[in-house]
């Protein structure tokens, strides 16, 4: 039976274990494997092939048979997932149900998860802006967070990697708040968001309204074609799943990319538990698995071990990774494992109509919109509120029914609408201040059907946000005023934290173990063969949509991670 032990442990023994295969794993994955490294993927939930796996990709609206709009049985039985956005009749193979992974809010929260193959890069907003130097330094300015052990010119070429391979559409704009990429094409903007482009330009010097940077295909370069991929075809159907991989997403990019060097592995249905800490060998030596199907307890080793299971995910295996030398989580000597949770605001809205371009529309769809970069705090503190705000901006023309004749004239008319004004909008996505107040924790009575303890949540907005909203308001409705927009109306959705599905912190990058988990190469500080490079890993949150970050993070810490492991340090 001893040797069964042992030669069931090596057929389990992989050089590296990523946890995880949305847009950080995938990265991992594709990396590690690349750099010829044995790697098992493990993903808790199904698995999702490119192409095949999007059962809705090419339905027509009338294909669907409750015409978009999920049962109300089924919005019952799964009351909590399904206050997501993406809670549709077209989604519904990627959501998940509640008795799948119950958890705790303490304070009212929206966990939006992903588990399938490719996780949330299925599901994502596929906007991808970079940092710059102001966002890193922002702790370090004003104390709030701990300071980032790395600035712009430490992730600069990683940026550059991994745009060139996930295809970014977007303009150079020449903006120091806002460095640009490497960029494809980018999607043309329409004639009323070039209206207030050139307002802003003639009112504001520290203002610019430019087009959104997305990571969607516009001029295939070889690269994506030998991923397969194809360039977008504007059919704004992308959470459905893009059967030609003019997005990007793990499942079209990154994991067949891996799978094609013969290195990687990958485990759908494998719950992660914890991870397994050798505490005579003073490294972390493998991970404890559940399978999903048959609820059996599994063990996988590796040398090296990348958690990307998404931030409150990645927060909850490390919390539940116990031992004598770790009773707190793995690596959480700071005591800060779970804390300075963090997300974006995305409340604050204002609207308003339009009535100039009147011999102008729209014309077929985009899967992008325009974009104002942060404008406030960005060089110094010159506000009441702590960090800034970016913004989306888009709009088209309404149209007109009349609806009051009869027979082949209301047929005309409605078949043959007018057009109306303009209707435009703009959202807010407003930096959150990593606070300890604002944590995740296991329960310490209730699991979930896979005997892991449950999460809970306790996350609230504070009055940094409501001023930032309040600003948001009054610089966009004296914005839109000038562009000559009317019936300008703001409004608060009071959401609650984690809508804008971009939460962050927990295992927090720093350069003081006392205060911090991870060094600067997203390493454990006291478990070193232990990289975390998801949203959990970030110190703060800026204004940008993360992912981009993610994925140069992520390629950074995997470069990192095979140089050391070629040294023999890990």
């Not at 704009?173 to 999607?187: H, K, Q, T």
């Not at 209206?195 to 959104?212: C, T």
């Not at 201040?433 to 896979?450: A, Q, W």
Request: glycine share 8%; proline share 5%.
């Amino acid at each position: 039976m001893s040797y069964f032990n042992i030669d069931s442990q090596k057929a389990n023994t992989y050089d590296a274990i990523v946890i995880g295969s949305g847009i950080s794993g995938g990265w991992a994955a594709k990396e590690l494997c690349e750099k010829g490294l044995k790697t098992l993927v493990l993903e808790r939930g199904r698995d999702v092939k490119h192409v095949t796996d999007y059962p809705t990709a090419n339905l027509n609206p009338w294909e669907f048979g409750h015409r978009g709009q999920v049962p109300l049985e089924v919005r019952k039985q799964n009351p909590v997932n399904s206050r997501s956005g993406l809670y549709s009749e077209a989604t519904l193979h990627f959501a998940i149900k509640d008795d799948e992974q119950p958890f705790v809010e303490d304070k009212p929260f929206r966990w939006t998860r992903g588990y399938h193959v490719g996780g949330k890069s299925l599901l994502w907003a596929r906007q991808t802006q970079r940092w710059s130097q102001y966002d890193f330094e922002g702790p370090a300015r004003d104390g709030f967070a701990v300071e980032w052990p790395i600035g712009y010119d430490d992730v600069a070429p990683w940026y550059s990697y991994v745009e060139k391979f996930a295809g970014i559409s977007g303009n150079k704009d020449g903006l120091p708040n806002l460095p640009d990429g490497e960029f494809l094409p980018a999607f043309e903007m329409n004639c009323v968001e070039t209206h207030l482009q050139s307002v802003i330009a003639k009112n504001y010097k520290d203002r610019h309204l430019i087009q959104g940077r997305c990571a969607h295909i516009t001029d295939p370069k070889p690269i994506h074609h030998e991923q397969g991929r194809a360039k977008c075809q504007h059919r704004a159907l992308c959470v459905r799943g893009c059967p030609l991989g003019g997005y990007f997403s793990s499942n079209a990019s990154t994991l067949p990319w891996a799978q094609k060097t013969g290195n990687m592995t990958l485990r759908p249905h494998s719950v992660v538990h914890s991870i397994i800490y050798d505490e005579k060998k003073g490294k972390a030596t493998g991970v404890r698995v559940v399978d999903a199907n048959s609820n059996q307890m599994m063990e996988f080793y590796a040398k090296v071990i990348f958690v990307n299971g998404s931030a409150l995910n990645s927060n909850l295996i490390l919390l539940n990774s116990i031992s004598n030398r770790f009773p707190n989580g793995l690596g959480n000597d700071s005591g800060v494992l779970g804390k300075y949770i963090a997300w974006h605001n995305y409340r604050a809205r204002i609207s308003a109509e339009y009535d100039g371009l009147q011999d102008k529309t729209t014309d077929g769809r985009t899967p992008n919109h325009s974009y104002f970069p942060r404008f406030r705090n960005v060089y110094k503190q010159e506000t009441d509120f702590l960090r800034g705000y970016a913004a989306g901006f888009g709009g088209g023309r309404s149209s007109i029914q009349d609806r009051d004749g009869v027979g082949l004239d209301l047929k005309e008319s409605l078949l043959h609408p007018q057009l109306g004004n303009w209707r435009v909008s703009s959202w807010m996505m407003g930096e959150t201040i990593p606070k300890e107040s604002n944590f995740v924790r296991l329960d310490p009575n209730l699991k979930d059907k896979y005997g892991i303890p449950q999460l809970r949540v306790s996350a609230d907005w504070d009055d940094n946000d409501e001023k930032m909203i309040r600003d948001y308001h009054e610089q966009f409705t004296e914005m839109f005023t000038l562009a000559g927009f009317t019936n300008i109306k703001a409004a608060d959705s009071h959401s609650a934290p984690g809508s804008d599905i971009h939460e962050m912190g927990g295992v927090r990058m720093g350069k003081d173990p006392r205060t911090s988990m991870l060094n600067k190469w997203n390493q454990l500080h006291a478990v070193p063969n232990v990289f975390v490079t998801d949203g959990a890993c970030m110190t703060s949150t800026s204004t940008q949509n993360p992912s981009l970050t993610y994925m140069a993070l992520t390629a950074r810490a995997a470069d990192y991670a095979v140089r050391e492991m070629k040294k023999k340090n890990l």
